[in-house]
């Protein structure tokens, strides 16, 4: 059974900094791609950043340069390194994996980026 478990989120003020984890189960992450998705109030669930089985990264113009996603495999984690936060990152960011037909959330973490 996959499971993925995110956590890190939290209150930070802008310009700040947050990490976010997603650990998995059930599967081994170092064989997919995992990605980072994020829903703020009132807006549709939105792509962040992506990180394929081989290592390769994209990410939505909007964080590029800002946010990070790395994966460690011993761990079976998978993280999103969050720079130079903005109000308008605030929303619940989940974590995700599609295997076959099928996709893998996790529950969410809330980050709130405000002063």
């Known amino acids: 059974q996959v499971q993925l478990v995110e956590s890190g989120g939290g209150l930070v003020q802008p310009g700040g900094s947050l990490r976010l984890s997603c650990a998995a189960s059930?599967?081994?992450?170092?064989?997919?791609?995992m990605s980072w998705h994020r829903q703020a109030p009132g807006k549709q669930r939105e792509l962040v950043a992506t990180i394929t089985s081989g290592g390769s990264t994209n990410y939505a113009d909007s964080v590029k340069g800002r946010f990070t996603i790395s994966r460690d495999n011993s761990k079976n984690t998978v993280y999103l390194q969050m720079n130079s936060l903005k109000p308008e990152d605030t929303a619940v960011y989940y974590c995700n994996v599609k295997i076959l037909l099928l996709s893998y959330w996790g529950q969410g973490t809330q980050v709130t980026v405000s002063s």
């Open positions: 059930g599967i081994s992450i170092n064989r997919y791609a």
